[in-house]
Structure formats: C-alpha cells, structure tokens
C-alpha cells in the first residue's frame, strides 16, 4: 500500500500543471460561427487579443481570442470565442470552475481565505485573498442570477409535487437589517430572501409579491406570530391556509410558563460553575486513557461489565464517568438550534 500511494504521488507530480508547462501555454481560441446570421457573408477577422486566464485545469495559461465580424452589415456584430466564454467570466482571469471552487469553500465548507488560497495553491492556481473575497462576492451574484433564471423550473417542479408551502422568517443579529427568507418545505428549495428595517407589512408584501409573480399563490403558510408577517400575507395570499408554526408556538408558550423556573436553573448552574468542573473532572480522568490505551476500544461497551477484560474492570466507574461527562457537555452543542 505504501509503493502504491508513493506511485500515485509521482505520477501526480509528473502530471500537475506546474509540471507540465513551466511556463502559460498559449492557446487559441476562434468562434464556431463562420458566417454572418443576418447576411451569410462570410466573417472577417476583426481584431486579435491575448488574455491571461487561471482555471483548475492547468492553472495559469493565454488565450489568443480571435474576433470576428461582418463588414456588409451596417451594424455587424463583433463574435468571441465561445468556448472561452465558457471557461472565463467577462474582464475576469479567474474561469468559472475557480469561482466556484471559492464560492463552495467559504460558504459551504466555512474554510477562512488563507485556508482557500492554500488549496488553490496545491492546485497551481496562484491568488490573493483580496481577489478571493472579490470571487466571493461574484459567487454569489452568479448563485441569485442562475435561481432566478431557474426560476420557472422551480414553479414546474412544485407544480408537479402539487403546490408548495410557504415558510417564512425573519433573522438579525444585533443592530443588523432583518433577513427574511421564503423556503418551500416540500422540495426545501429557498424561494427568496430580502433585507428589511424591520419586519413590518409595509416592508414584506413586496417580497411576497416577488415569490407570487415567480411562483404563483402557494397552498399554505407557515410563519411566526408576528403581527407584520400576517397582515401580508392575508393581503398577499388572502386565499392560502394560514398556520402559525410548531416550534414558535410551542417556545413563546414555553417562555411564558417555564421562562423563570429556566431562568432560575440557570442561574444556579452558573453560579455553581458546573460546566468549568465537568470540565476538569473530564481532563483529571483523561489521564486513566493515556495510562491504559486499551480502553478506548472497550468504551462503548462499558454498559455491560462482563465484556470488559478483567484487568481494565476496576477502570469501569472512571470510564463511565468520563463518558457521562462529555455526553452532557457535548448537548450544549446538539439540539439543531432548538435550544434547551
């Protein structure tokens, strides 16, 4: 196994990009299109021009772009390279696949920039972390093109689930502007989203509207109890069941009726510091692991003592109670943002 993956590795040094071409390749690159569409002369040769183009391909590289043009036509079109405006955006270096590859890392992959240019780098794709940010912010701009242009895909495909219901809420954090996001729950497809002051009527019925002219009247709604979100959607949607949700139901009632007794729990747990001595009883009894490695492969079976080696059986309380404590640590993290 340790030849094979020593082979692998030498032949993706032998092949990468950097490799393979020490110096940018130049490429050419002409339209498909030969005659004119209007006339059917044939197309003379306009003008000729280099770019620098990076793509995961090969990394860096030239395009020699070819333009043609029809000089019957009093206003002849100038024709590019379609495949090259395939592979790059427009007064971009950067082809689409590197766009994507940015777009992918920072929000689905949380990866920091300087994370981002490493990888680009193993790719033999040189870049800043200015330009990165740059590529982001075109990532997404291209993700809200591409949804609206799909947009009548997306009617057809709820259509043909036979309607979609309509979640809305709204989101902020501090003194920021609201988010307020449409989701459809059945293809849990994001249907829009908009910044707004605040979450009064005034400001969501135009973004019910949105929705409504893209994708018609859904067959429900399902929202919090604020007072602004109702009074759209009955003027948007007067037609459309309206629920309120589970989860907001069940927490704003659960913080009138049992708001001060958890008030009051945590309160006690803070001033006790039960999480700082969970904590040091966990790492005081990590160190019967680091003495006994054997251990860690008899954890999960610790809940019936017959299987534990007679010799690692006096280990069982501490076992358990190390397990105990990073069960209860690790809920703080658990509950998908349900909270207690």
């Given amino acids: ?37 209007h006339c059917g002369a044939k197309l003379k040769v ?35 390279s379609e495949a090259l405006a395939q592979l790059v955006p427009p007064r971009c270096s950067f082809g689409y696949d590197v766009l994507v590859y940015v777009g992918k890392a920072l929000f689905q992959r949380y990866r920091t920039s300087l994370e981002v240019r490493e990888g680009l780098a193993a790719r033999n794709v040189s870049i800043s972390t200015s330009e990165i940010h740059h590529l982001g912010r075109m990532f997404i701009i291209y993700l809200a093109i591409a949804h609206r242009q799909r947009a009548p ?15 809305l809420d709204g989101t902020c954090e501090g003194a920021s502007p609201m988010l307020m996001a ?30 409504q002219n893209r994708y018609g009247d859904p067959v429900a709604t399902v929202r919090d109890m604020g007072q602004g979100i109702g009074k759209a959607i009955q003027e948007v949607f007067p037609h459309a069941k309206d629920f309120i949700c589970h989860f907001h139901f069940l927490r704003d009632i659960g913080k009138d009726l049992l708001g001060d007794d958890y008030d009051t729990i945590r309160k006690r747990l ?22 006994n490695p054997a251990l860690l492969d008899v954890l999960p079976l610790t809940s019936e003592p017959a299987s534990v080696p007679d010799a690692l059986l006096k280990h069982t309380p501490a076992v358990c109670a190390y397990a105990l404590i990073q069960w209860t640590l690790a809920g703080l993290h658990h509950g998908d943002g349900y909270g207690f």
């Fill in 153 to 167: 895909h997306i009617r057809q495909a709820m259509e043909h689930n036979g309607g979609y219901i309509l979640h």
């Fill in 270 to 291: 803070r001033n006790y510091g039960v999480r700082a001595k969970l904590g040091r009883h966990a790492r005081a009894l990590k160190t019967t692991f680091e003495q």
């Fill in 1 to 37: 196994m340790r030849l094979l993956h020593q082979q692998m590795e030498a032949l993706w040094a032998h092949t990468a990009g950097a490799t393979l071409f020490p110096h940018p390749p130049l490429l050419a690159c002409r339209p498909r299109r030969e005659t004119c569409p």
């Fill in 46 to 80: 306009y003008k000729s021009r280099t770019r620098s183009v990076v793509t995961l391909h090969i990394g860096a590289w030239g395009a020699q772009e070819t333009l043609l043009h029809c000089n019957q036509c009093p206003a002849g079109s100038v024709y590019c």
């Fill in 182 to 211: 449409g989701l459809d729950s059945i293809t849990e497809i994001v249907l829009g989203s908009v910044k707004a002051p605040t979450e009064r009527a005034e400001y969501i019925t135009p973004f019910l509207q949105q929705i």
